[in-house]
Each structure stands twice: as C-alpha cells, then as structure tokens.
C-alpha cells in the first residue's frame, strides 16, 4: 500500500492541520515507543499546496547534522505560524489605507516571509527532501501549472532544482496577498510564480497521478490518501455588496471562493472515485466543518485568531480522536510490513 499525506492550502489557517499533525506524531511516538518517530517516517509522498507546501518542506527538510532525519518536528513546523503568523501578515497603517483603495497589487509586503523562510530552510534544496513530493505554483507567463517534484529535482540535477525557501515563497503567492514570486532555478532559469491554490487547493488528486506515474502497476486500489484541510468555509457573501463594489477590492473575496469551490471539488470527486473501486476508507479526509468560532480569513493573523485556530484544531483533533487512533495503528501496521526497496526509481518526470 502506497501512503499519501496531502496538505490543503489556506494561509494562516494552516494552524489546523498543523494541529493534526503534532497529534499525530505525537500518538506515534507513544505507540511505538520512540522519541524519534516523525511523521516522514509513514508516509511515501507529500503534496502540498500555499501553507500546505510550507508545511510540506518543514515535515521533509533534512537536519544538517543528522540528513537521514527531519530537521523540524510536527509542533516545530506548527510553530512557524503560531510565532511568526502575525509578522507575515502584518502592514503598515499607510499600506493597509493605500491597498483598501486598490493602489497596491498586494496586501503584505514579501519581505517579512522570505526572511522567515531563509531562518528556517537556508541552503536547503528541493532535492534533499527526505521523501518524494509535489508542491504546486502556477507560472503566469507560460500560462502552465509548475509542480515543483523532489524526485525531478533529483534525477534532472540543477534545471529542475531549487532553494527550498524559494519553493515555499512560490507555492505561498497567493494573489492580492503577496507579489508574484520570481524565483530561479539552480540552474539560472527564471520562474515568474503564484500561488497552486489557484488550481489545485486540495493537492490530493495532483498526488494520486503522480503515486500512479510512478510505479508501473500500480492502481488505486494500492493507495491511500490522508487529506488534510483547513477548514471549509460556510461565509456567505452579499449580491449587492459585489454588485456595487469595484474588482480590485473583492479581489480576496473571489480567490476565497475559487480555492473554497475548488478544493471541495477535488474532495468530491476523489470520495467518489474510491467509492467506484470500493476502497471508500482508503481515501481520508480530515477538516473542520464549522469556522464559525474564527476570523476564517486567510489573513486573518491577530494572536487573538491565531488563539481561536489553536483551539479549533484542538477541536478538530478531539473529534476525530477514534479515527486518529486507527490510523497511527495502521499506519505503524504498514511500516512494519514496508520493504527498504526505493520505487520511485520508476517516477517519470517528463513535464
């Protein structure tokens, strides 16, 4: 069985599922008995999309010291938005007056999140992840969807290679919130860059192609997918405030609804095709249903809404403890019965 693990996008709300994953790591380390079990050690592939491929790289970055084992445990890597949530999202009086009237492409100025990013991943590059994974951006030159892939970052050296913090940066772009990112290969080449959630919020179904490309018999039936949200929204917004309201200043209000429809889309579509092959458990989907206890935007970085996404994850975590504890139990079940033999010799990385 192939294990998946898939992080949604959603900006400071990447507080809940960084939840999940210090339960997680943290049940696995009781169970089996080791201090050292991280969550890198259960799964096969990575998908992560905006916050969910921050997520992604701090679970898989490398320590220096020890490059065989993570650098960042599961509350290390939730950490990062706890302490420097509200740095990242924070403008000037003058910024935040100036982009409320549309003269300014973005929100927040980038300066804050590549410096936080540089303290956390230095040097680190894409290849050196400890496990095969996916990153979404999308290139808005070529007019393409970019996947940032380990395995390529591997195989195809230095064109296909990147700084782990420029990774992040790109796959985090979201618009109107920060510029596009221009970031460049090892090799020189330029990449103009936003944000995956602008096509695949949910990296799930990106993930499962890409597990199935990668090994030569491999059907669905053999993978399973744990989906992490970060909430599905439920906010109503008002016809005549849109009717009335020039494009640039609902422009955070359209995005919200584009990644809200299209990671409910790709969550629908992927119950129903394991429904199909009748592996309805085999696909895993875990988010609050309910944000109504939050500010749900994805800016929404105060302490007082990074306290209440503590406690809606908390939340989130209790209400999903039977279901927590099957997984750690299967999850430790497959490692034991894992083989060392490396499959991803088979992963195509043809664009």
């Not at 009781?30 to 998908?47: C, H, L, M, Q």
């Not at 700084?163 to 090799?187: G, K, M, Q």
């Not at 399973?224 to 494009?247: C, M, N, P, V």
């Not at 306290?307 to 139990?329: F, H, K, P």
């Amino acid at each position: 069985m192939k294990k998946i693990l898939s992080i949604d996008g959603g900006g400071i709300r990447g507080i809940i599922p960084g939840m999940l994953l210090v339960a997680l790591e943290r049940r696995l380390k009781r169970e089996t008995k080791n201090d050292e079990a991280a969550i890198v050690d259960y799964f096969d592939f990575f998908a992560g999309t905006s916050t969910g491929g921050i997520l992604t790289c701090l679970l898989l970055c490398p320590d220096e010291q020890h490059p065989d084992r993570p650098k960042f445990s599961a509350k290390e890597a939730l950490d990062l938005y706890i302490s420097h949530g509200s740095s990242i999202f924070k403008a000037g009086f003058f910024r935040r007056l100036i982009a409320k009237f549309g003269l300014l492409s973005e929100r927040y100025p980038s300066a804050t999140l590549e410096h936080i990013l540089d303290v956390y991943f230095g040097g680190t590059k894409l290849s050196q992840l400890l496990k095969p994974c996916i990153i979404t951006a999308y290139n808005i030159e070529l007019r393409k969807t970019h996947f940032f892939r380990q395995q390529a970052a591997i195989t195809r050296g230095e064109t296909r290679d990147f700084l782990l913090r420029d990774v992040c940066r790109a796959t985090s772009a979201a618009p109107t919130y920060f510029s596009v990112a221009e970031i460049y290969s090892l090799a020189g080449t330029r990449y103009p860059l936003l944000d995956g959630g602008v096509f695949a919020p949910n990296p799930s179904m990106s993930a499962l192609v890409e597990v199935t490309k990668a090994f030569n018999q491999t059907k669905i039936n053999d993978i399973s997918i744990l989906s992490l949200g970060t909430g599905r929204s439920r906010k109503a917004y008002d016809y005549e405030h849109f009717k009335k309201s020039r494009a640039i200043t609902i422009g955070p209000a359209l995005i919200d609804i584009m990644m809200s429809g299209a990671a409910e889309s790709s969550d629908f579509f992927l119950q129903e095709l394991y429904k199909s092959v009748e592996r309805g458990s085999q696909y895993v989907r875990i988010e609050p249903r309910n944000l109504h206890s939050i500010n749900e935007a994805l800016d929404a970085a105060s302490q007082e809404n990074i306290e209440r996404l503590v406690a809606l994850g908390d939340r989130m975590v209790s209400d999903n403890d039977a279901l927590i504890s099957q997984l750690v139990t299967w999850l430790i079940s497959e490692k034991e019965k894992a083989t060392p033999k490396n499959p991803w010799r088979f992963l195509s990385t043809k664009d």
